[in-house]
């Protein structure tokens, strides 16, 4: 639970980051760090099925 709040602790820094600095490209290069995270942390339930393909 304190790793939920610390990563939503940072993702609000980082976007009061993009507005005070007008760094508006941060604002996808975040969503894609993010859904790079999600997609990694997916793929740890799928690993043993796709031992089992090869």
């Known amino acids: ?3 939920l709040r610390y990563s939503g602790k940072l993702l609000r820094e980082l976007t009061t ?3 005070e600095h007008k760094a ?3 604002v996808p290069l975040t969503l894609l760090i993010l859904l790079i995270g999600l997609l990694v942390v997916a793929s740890q339930g799928a690993a043993p099925y796709i031992y089992t393909l090869f």
């Open 1 to 3: 639970m304190r790793r």
């Open 17 to 19: 980051l993009a507005k």
């Open 24 to 26: 508006y490209w941060m």
